[in-house]
């Protein structure tokens, strides 16, 4: 058992609740008590006790648009077509087996040190990433990086042949799911293949929709729909998609994401970054449609942290509709945990008994949170989107198991992961020629 006790405990569940001086009690995988004051159960010798004085305890946060990365700083100006043809696209069909482990080892150990404890993960070769989320500890969703035959990236058959090789590995924590790149690159044919391929293997999906106008028209063009509309006709849709950027959605798309229960994954500092434009998440929540967040890469948004995206996710809005009540922290963090984990159907994204162990405990013993006044739970609230970054989490534990504590890995070495992932970089340049 872990015992975490003195902490601020802000649970995310149904109520709210946020418990001063609480404790949370992880028993193998699952939770086991959260609440007020000490814990009162018995603590037998060999039990971890945590004391969280000083810090928040709260659930994992959910990255539920991510993609892998072996590169960033290249392309940095260019729009989202030309980047991903420029490097994306080249730097993706040179992987090899070990430059995708480490590429993923290194990803994910940015996540977990800025408090992340799952990811919905397209990228490629997933046996190799599986093995790097096994290795370190996180959950990971993992889907292929699918499109049409002619632009050599993947096929079904590999995602089929890799939810053969890796669903259900790592105790469970990994799981595979149907991935689809982009319209562009894709046929209504493809989506209803995949749908089907879906339901076959009885997982989910993963796609891209409505991320850039340049998308938008191009769906037009070669299919006289837009390319939500394409995704609903060709049955893609469903609670069991995860739909990411929604940038340019049309009333009917929005409506149509709504009558399938798709989830919807927000990247608002990607969008930004890439001049992708502004999502109409407050259209969205309005009709009922559930919002995560995603960061969406390293290569469009140049870190993994989901702090910043959570600013981001209010700030964007608020500016472009010159509304200040928009997007208060409250739902943020409730968009960055729990909204998460509905829409890839897990049981986290809160402190309620019952669900995994995945827990965060971020410390408020630094300046992003002073002045900070006790017992005051808005102030926190605010405070943990609008004032802090990743770098204020201490300890990250995923399924009852600690992979980081005091800002240390445990579970990889660190300095070896950055050395793998720079060294990765650096073949891949040298087979794409840049
Ligand atoms: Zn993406």
């Not at 993963?206 to 609903?232: C, W």
Request: net charge negative.
């Amino acid at each position: 058992m872990i015992v975490i006790e003195n902490g601020t405990v802000l649970t995310v569940d149904d109520a709210g609740q946020v418990w001063f001086g609480g404790h949370v009690v992880l028993d193998g995988d699952r939770i086991a008590a959260v609440g007020p004051g000490p814990y009162q159960g018995p603590v037998r010798a060999g039990d971890t006790v945590i004391d969280a004085a000083g810090m928040v305890v709260m659930p994992g946060l959910i990255d539920l648009h991510f993609h892998t990365a072996v590169g960033k700083g290249y392309c940095d100006h260019l729009p989202l077509c030309e980047s991903l043809e420029q490097f994306w696209y080249p730097s993706i069909r040179a992987l090899d087996a070990e430059t995708a482990y480490w590429a993923a080892a290194a990803s994910y150990a940015e996540s977990i040190k800025n408090g992340v404890t799952t990811v919905n993960d397209m990228y490629r070769r997933l046996p190799d990433l599986g093995r790097a989320a096994a290795d370190i500890g996180i959950r990971a969703v993992l889907s292929n990086d699918v499109a049409l035959d002619e632009h050599r990236l993947d096929t079904l058959q590999d995602n089929q042949d890799a939810h053969d090789a890796v669903h259900g590995a790592g105790d469970g924590r990994i799981e595979v799911r149907v991935g689809i790149e982009w319209l562009p690159l894709a046929s209504p044919e493809l989506l209803r293949d995949a749908r089907a391929l879906a339901d076959d293997l009885g997982t989910g999906i993963h796609v891209h929709l409505n991320e850039s106008l340049t998308e938008v028209e191009n769906s037009k063009e070669r299919f006289g729909q837009r390319p939500t509309e394409v995704a609903y006709e060709a049955g893609l849709l469903g609670p069991d998609c995860v739909a990411a950027h929604c940038v340019w959605l049309s009333g009917t798309e929005i409506a149509m994401m709504r009558e399938t229960g798709t989830h919807i994954a927000h990247c608002p500092s990607s969008n930004a970054k890439l001049g992708n434009g502004v999502a109409r998440v407050p259209e969205m929540q309005a009709a009922g449609i559930n919002v995560g967040l995603g960061h969406d890469a390293a290569e469009s948004t140049n870190n993994c942290d989901l702090f910043e995206v959570m600013k981001f996710a209010s700030l964007i809005h608020r500016a472009a509709r010159v509304d200040a009540g928009l997007q208060q922290a409250p739902d943020v963090i409730r968009m960055a945990t729990r909204n998460g984990a509905a829409a890839l159907g897990h049981r986290t994204g809160q402190l309620t008994a019952g669900y995994k162990a995945d827990v965060i405990l971020v410390d408020t013993r630094n300046v992003m949170f002073t002045p900070l006044i006790p017992g005051n739970a808005d102030q926190l609230y605010s405070h943990l989107v609008f004032a802090a970054n990743g770098s204020a989490v201490d300890t990250t534990i995923v399924d009852g198991r600690i992979l980081m504590r005091g800002r240390q890995l445990l579970t990889m070495d660190e300095p070896e992961i950055l050395r793998q992932a720079n060294a990765g970089l650096t073949r891949v340049l040298s087979r794409i020629g840049s």
